[in-house]
């Protein structure tokens, strides 16, 4: 068997944190099933809530934001506008819930047992991710509705969900880390997601923001995530402001990485102070 | 000892413990808002009085849950480790186990360690029997080929086949124990670190428990530290203990000498002396005074006559009043006990102070420390108990008296039995 020698020393950076990481796959295998299972248990619709409270937000967003507002709409049916962009928000706004809260639900685990803490966080992410994959059916029964044909761009998609995915790593990292200290990022996170959703562009389309705004507009991560879902599902006459892109890129990589170091710097501690 | 496999040096862990000055209810969590305070406070202090050098903050005190540790631990050892409470056990093991880091020193350790730190870790209320055993078991670091392989050995160790797929918040509390403590004894990893986990289920699981770490010591000779309050436990699975106490490790060697150890310093640390007199505000029926008269001063030699002397003090005489004495071994279990049979007893009709004495001409029990244990009630339905005093007259038994003609310079060893009988050996052709 295994005749590797493990040294636990005062600050030592675990130098095999990664392989660790990847020894430890199966758990983070088992902690994502384990949420998918238990999400719906006990409920009557089951997975069905996964389509619902995405597709009436939908609506009321199509009737205020198109209907009364009247704001423009990119060429493409409104709730088509709207839905490209509820998908990644949704996914975004509840892998922050979900991993912010995620290690004080296991806190048990953490206290009790060994494993690299960044897989509780992580399968929370994939957990919403599944919610993500089943509410992006309702895109696809809006585009038959609307007899909506996308164009190539469709394919470019993947690109843009690991975008979406890294981001909301990045900002689930640094929650995750900050609750177990600080209990006010319970209050904090729901406010975020509620404020997030109507600084993002998700009712309306970002090119309603004056032209001087933008860059600025778009220093928030999701402009960035929401416009490429945009351009890649709506073709057409949708754009990617490419500067305003391309910060948004940069936040994210910004925020992922500096949330992984102050997960790893932080993480040492959460079993004596969760 | 075979090379180590854990070696643990200067190991220590700091935690930081903090008072509330004013109210000191309700202090749960560091909340931003105490953050933000006390560093203004303590930003305003310095710009006010730069010169004071970091004052010590009252509200906070450094406590060291382990310090200067030092052991190594062979392949293949059981060794229990025993202390009081807030001893430091948990939190070797926590450092065992990487759940926290230390604060000082090393430890280096060879192979795959799993920590058995409380049955049902990461149990899912919602999740069936059979899915819990799945998650269960990575969560304790089995990969999913070895669960499957093993899994028709757990269900038919945690005697749960009905209810495999019943989710287990519908459990009994003894099958969920079951099923959790049948997936952790089915771990296989080099290293096992197992605390307090016997203390589940009946009798007859208590005992399978038994057997089964028993087993993973001895027949598959892997390395087990085991963390228990059953005495009984340790002495059955280990013959090295190590015994903590406030922190620092107190004894480390043979199991049985660690146990008393523990007993004694159970007591406080205060020695208990060798006699017994009841304080002075006692009211009513009690036992004045006890006393034990050994065949040498302070010590009893195996096999000679020993006095136990009372005396009772009665102040409501009847003919129902009993008494009864046990002796009681450094394990706490009582070896033997002596009822007060008499038909007629002075105390039946009168009240004072009355001496009883007990004396067993040849004292055959095994070498080793002893105490008493006393009862004296009033017999009705149910018994009346007047008082009951334990732990009071430690005596030893030496076994240097008894004569082994054939076995020159043997050494006797405590507890290896708990009473050697007096026999004629007939050799015939």
């Known amino acids: 068997m295994s005749t590797k020698e493990l040294v636990i020393e005062a600050g030592r950076t675990e130098k095999r944190y990664w392989q660790d990481l990847w020894n430890y796959r199966e758990l983070f295998y088992f902690l994502a099933w384990r949420d998918i299972l238990v999400r719906y248990k006990q409920t009557v ?51 922050l819930s979900e991993s912010s809260n995620s290690l004080i639900v296991n806190a048990n685990l953490v206290s009790k047992v060994y ?26 029964a809006l585009m038959a509705w609307y007899n909506f044909v996308p164009s190539w761009r469709i394919i470019t998609i993947p690109l843009f969900i690991l975008i979406a995915f890294l981001a909301a790593m990045g900002v689930g990292l640094w929650l995750a880390a900050l609750n177990v200290q600080y209990r006010d990022f319970r209050y904090i996170v729901p406010f975020i997601v509620q404020f997030g959703l109507y600084i993002s562009p998700v009712g309306f389309s970002s090119k309603v923001v004056p032209e001087q705004w933008r860059l600025l507009y778009s220093l928030n991560p999701m402009v960035g995530v929401i416009d490429g879902f945009r351009w890649a599902i709506l073709g057409g006459e949708s754009q990617i402001y490419l500067p305003g892109f391309l910060l948004s890129l940069g936040i994210i990589t910004l925020l992922l990485w500096s949330g992984i170091w102050y997960f790893r710097k932080m993480e040492r501690t959460f079993a004596d102070v969760i | 000892m075979s090379k180590p ?13 903090s008072h509330q000055q004013q109210n000191a209810k309700g202090y749960k969590y560091k909340a931003l808002r105490d953050v933000i305070s006390d560093g203004t406070k303590t930003f305003a202090k310095k710009i006010l ?55 000082t020193g090393r430890i ?45 050995e757990i269900v ?4 749960v086949e009905k209810f495999l797929d019943t989710p287990v918040k519908r459990y009994s509390s003894g099958m969920y124990v079951r099923l959790a403590f049948a997936v952790a004894a089915h771990l296989e990893p080099e290293i096992l670190v197992v605390d ?11 005992k399978k428990c038994l057997g089964k770490m028993g087993d993973v010591a001895t027949k598959e000779g892997r390395t087990v530290l085991f963390v228990s309050h059953s005495m009984q436990a340790i002495a059955q699975l280990t013959k090295r203990c190590i015994l903590l106490n406030k922190g620092g490790v107190q004894f480390d060697g043979n199991t049985d000498k660690a146990v008393g150890l523990y007993i004694a310093g159970q007591e406080d640390g205060t020695e208990s002396p060798a006699f017994y007199q009841a304080p002075a505000s006692k009211t009513g029926s009690y036992l004045a005074s006890a006393q034990v008269h050994s065949s040498e001063d302070g010590v009893q030699m195996w096999g000679k006559a ?29 070896v033997t006990k002596f009822w007060l049979f008499k038909e007629d007893a002075p105390f039946f009709t009168k009240s004072g102070l009355f001496t009883l004495r007990c004396q067993i001409p040849k004292l055959r029990l095994y070498g080793g420390s002893y105490t008493l244990r006393t009862w004296f009630f009033k017999r009705s339905a149910p018994h009346t108990l007047l008082e009951s005093l334990t732990n009071i007259c430690p005596f030893e038994i030496t076994m240097g008296s008894v004569e082994r003609p054939g076995l020159v310079g043997y050494e006797w060893k405590p507890n290896e039995c708990s009473y050697l009988e007096d026999a004629t050996w007939e050799i015939s052709e």
């Open chain 1, 45 to 95: 619709i089951g997975v069905a809530w996964a389509l619902i409270r995405p597709f009436l937000t939908m609506i009321v967003f199509t009737i205020v934001f198109g209907n009364l507002a009247k704001l423009p709409s990119e060429g493409v049916p409104y709730p088509i506008l709207v839905f490209a962009a509820m998908l990644p928000w949704q996914f975004f706004a509840n892998s």
């Open chain 1, 115 to 140: 494993f690299p803490r960044l897989i509780v966080p992580a399968s929370a992410v994939i957990v919403s991710f599944v919610d993500f994959m089943i509410s992006g059916m309702i895109l696809l």
């Open chain 2, 5 to 17: 496999v854990i070696k643990v040096e200067n190991l220590g862990k700091k935690y930081i413990i």
């Open chain 2, 49 to 103: 009085k730069p010169k004071s050098k970091e004052t010590i903050n009252p509200t906070q005190e450094e406590f060291w849950a382990l310090q200067g540790i030092n052991f190594q631990i062979g392949q293949g050892e059981a060794v229990g480790i025993i202390g009081r409470n807030g001893a430091g056990k948990s939190t070797l093991l926590k450092l065992l186990s990487r759940i926290t880091e230390p604060t």
């Open chain 2, 108 to 152: 280096s350790i060879q192979g795959r360690v799993a920590s058995l730190l409380e049955v049902g870790t990461g149990f899912h209320p919602e999740l069936t029997g059979r899915e819990n055993i799945f998650l269960n078991g990575s969560v304790m670091g089995m990969t999913r080929v070895e669960i499957k392989q093993k899994f028709a």
């Open chain 2, 156 to 159: 038919d160790f945690a005697e």
């Open chain 2, 196 to 206: 307090e986990v016997l203390a589940v289920g009946d009798a007859a699981f208590q």
């Open chain 2, 306 to 334: 020993i006095e136990f002397e009372f005396t009772l003090q009665v102040d409501e005489p009847s003919d129902r009043l009993r008494f009864l004495v046990e002796i009681v071994n450094d394990l706490q279990q009582p």
